[in-house]
């Protein structure tokens, strides 16, 4: 069960190149999954993301550690995906 949004000290806020890269069919199934796990599996996330545009999202993290993993994540499968990497800022609340 993911956790409530108020037990989250820190958020990743991801700003994309474009909608297209962010919408990747590949990256949005690995990503799901991903999140999937942390939210309802590790009880890292709430599992839901504000939308600060089309291009641009924050999500709530349980610490920093989790809020790496999951910008680390993004890197990766970037990457191995061929998109270009967004912006990945890692705050605390």
């Known amino acids: 069960m993911a956790i409530n949004r108020g037990d989250c000290a820190f958020t990743t806020t991801i700003t994309w190149y474009s909608d297209g890269h962010q919408g990747n069919k590949t990256l949005e199934t690995l990503r799901t999954a991903q999140l999937d796990t942390m939210a309802n599996v590790l ?23 989790a809020a790496e993993t999951y910008a680390t994540f993004i890197t990766e499968q970037c990457n191995n995906l061929a998109i270009p990497t967004p912006e990945i800022v890692v705050t605390p609340r």
Do not use: A, E, H, I
Request: glycine share 4%; no cysteine.
């Open 43 to 65: 009880n890292l996330t709430d599992g839901v993301p504000d939308f600060l545009s089309n291009v641009s999202t924050v999500r709530y993290w349980k610490d920093q550690t």
